[in-house]
C-alpha cells in the first residue's frame, strides 16, 4: 500500500509557477499584461485587413471631405529675379477614415492614436505653385481617433511661385497665392472645405514671426472649383499679403542719396569763377559714385521692370553730371571773353602829338626813349581799364546766366522729387 501510494506521488504530474500564474491570468483574477497591449492590439485590428490605396469609404459614390488649415509662420526669402517666395507654413488636413473605426471600451478606453501615414489613406493634395523642395521636417505620424478622424498635422517649408512686382521697392506689396488642389480626385471622390472660417485664418497673425523684414497684412481665402476633362476638381486657395518694411531701405539708400543732392545744390553758392567750385562737384559726384556701388547688394533684383528707387538713383546720378556741366558752362564762359595779359612792350609807336615838335630841335636819345616808355604806358593802362570794364560786366552776366541755370536744376529737381514721392505712394497704397 505504500509502495502503491508513492507510486501514485511520482506520477502526479507538477504544476510549475508559470502555469498557475497563466491560469491565474485567464480567469481575470491576475493580469500582467501592460496597457500598450491594448494599443497594439487595437493597431493590428484596424491595419490587419487596411488597404492604403483604397479611398476610405463604404459606399463609393460618397466623397472623402478634406478640411484644410493653413498657418503661415515666417517669410524667408523674396527673390524678385527668379519670382519664388520661400514661407514657412503649419499645415493641417483633416478627414474621417471610415476603416479607422473602433469602440474605445473593447480597448481599454483608447480614444486616439498614431498610426505611420506610410500605412493609411493620405489625400494626394499638392500646391499648385510649388516650385522646389524646401527643408521641411519628416512628420512621419498622424492622428487618428475612434470615430474615424485623422488628423494629419505638419511643417511645411514652401518654395512657390509669385508675381513680384519690385517696381514700389521699398514700399512694395505683394500678393503670394497657395493654391491646393487633389492632384487625381474630381469633386466626386475628393473634396475640399476650410477647417476654420475664412475670416478667422485671415486675420490670425499670432503665430507670424512679426520682427522680420516682412509684415503679415492677411491671407484671405477662396473656393472655387475647375472643369476639366468633363470633370469638376476643388480648389482652395490662399492669398498671402505681405508688405515689406521699408526703414532701413529709407535710412541706408534714399537718406543719403537727399543728403548728396543736397550738398551738390549747396555748391551754386560757390563763386563761379572759382576753381574749387568744379573740384568741389566732382568729388560730389565721385562719392554718389562709390557709394550706388557699395550699395548694389541693396537693390533687389528683377527681370521685369527697373524698380523705381533705382530709376531714382539714376536720375540723380544724371542731376549730378548736369550739375557739373552748367559748372564747367559757366566758367567757361566767363574766361571766353578773357583776353591774355599782354607784356608791357616799350617797343609800341608813340603818340605823334605827344613827340611831334613844334619845331625841329635836337634832343638826346634817351629822353626819346623815356618818351616812348611813358606813352606806351598809359595806352596799357587805358587798355586795361576798358578790359576790366567788360570783364566786369562778363562776370555779372555769367552770374545771372548760373541763376537762371541753378533755377532751372532745382526746378527740375523738384519736380522729379514730387512725381517720385506720388508714385511711392499711389504704389504702397494698392
Not at 471631405?65 to 523674396?78: K, T
Not at 492677411?218 to 486657395?237: C, F, G, T
Not at 566758367?331 to 608791357?344: D, G, P
Request: proline letters at 5%.
Amino acid at each position: 500500500m505504500l509502495k502503491q501510494g508513492k507510486l501514485e506521488d511520482t506520477e502526479r504530474p507538477t504544476i510549475t509557477l508559470k502555469e498557475i500564474q497563466r491560469s491565474l491570468a485567464w480567469s481575470g483574477i491576475i493580469t500582467n499584461k501592460p496597457k500598450r497591449s491594448a494599443l497594439n492590439q487595437l493597431t493590428r485590428a484596424l491595419l490587419r485587413k487596411y488597404d492604403c490605396g483604397v479611398r476610405p469609404v463604404q459606399t463609393w459614390t460618397s466623397p472623402t471631405l478634406i478640411y484644410i488649415d493653413l498657418i503661415l509662420q515666417s517669410v524667408l526669402d523674396v527673390d524678385g529675379k527668379t519670382q519664388q517666395v520661400t514661407t514657412s507654413i503649419w499645415y493641417r488636413q483633416i478627414w474621417t477614415d471610415e476603416f479607422l473605426v473602433w469602440d474605445p471600451e473593447e480597448f481599454d478606453g483608447i480614444t486616439e492614436i498614431s498610426l505611420s501615414s506610410d500605412t493609411i489613406w493620405v489625400p494626394d493634395l499638392i500646391i499648385s505653385e510649388f516650385v522646389d523642395v524646401g527643408e521641411s521636417p519628416a512628420i512621419p505620424y498622424v492622428y487618428v481617433n475612434s470615430s474615424g478622424m485623422v488628423k494629419n498635422n505638419k511643417p511645411i517649408q514652401v518654395v512657390s511661385a509669385c508675381d513680384l512686382e519690385m517696381y514700389a521697392f521699398p514700399f512694395d506689396k505683394h500678393s503670394c497665392p497657395l493654391t491646393f488642389r487633389s492632384w487625381l480626385h474630381s469633386v466626386t471622390e475628393v473634396n475640399l472645405t476650410l477647417w476654420r472660417s475664412a475670416d478667422e485664418i485671415a486675420n490670425n497673425q499670432k503665430s507670424f514671426m512679426d520682427d522680420g523684414e516682412w509684415e503679415l497684412l492677411s491671407v484671405p481665402s477662396r473656393y472655387w472649383q475647375v472643369h476639366q476633362d468633363e470633370k469638376d476638381y476643388a480648389h482652395i486657395q490662399f492669398n498671402v499679403l505681405i508688405r515689406r518694411r521699408p526703414l532701413l531701405y529709407v535710412v541706408s539708400l534714399v537718406i543719403p542719396s537727399i543728403f548728396l543732392m543736397v550738398v551738390d545744390i549747396i555748391s551754386f553758392y560757390l563763386p563761379p569763377n572759382s576753381g574749387t567750385r568744379i573740384t568741389f562737384k566732382t568729388s560730389v559726384l565721385l562719392g554718389y559714385t562709390v557709394f550706388r556701388v557699395n550699395l548694389m547688394d541693396e537693390m533687389p533684383a528683377t527681370a521685369i521692370r527697373t524698380p523705381l528707387i533705382g530709376v531714382f538713383f539714376a536720375v540723380c546720378m544724371a542731376l549730378l553730371v548736369l550739375n557739373l556741366a552748367i559748372s564747367i558752362l559757366v566758367v567757361k564762359l566767363l574766361h571766353h571773353n578773357e583776353k591774355e595779359v599782354k607784356e608791357m612792350s616799350f617797343d609800341l609807336a608813340p603818340d605823334e602829338d605827344l613827340l611831334s615838335l613844334s619845331e625841329p630841335q635836337e634832343s638826346s636819345p634817351q629822353l626819346e626813349r623815356l618818351l616812348q616808355e611813358v606813352v606806351a604806358l598809359r595806352l596799357y593802362l587805358q587798355d586795361g581799364e576798358r578790359d576790366d570794364s567788360a570783364q566786369s560786366e562778363w562776370v555779372a552776366l555769367c552770374c545771372k546766366v548760373d541763376l537762371i541755370l541753378f533755377r532751372v536744376y532745382l526746378f527740375i529737381l523738384v519736380v522729379y522729387t514730387s512725381t517720385l514721392v506720388i508714385l511711392w505712394a499711389s504704389w504702397s497704397s494698392i
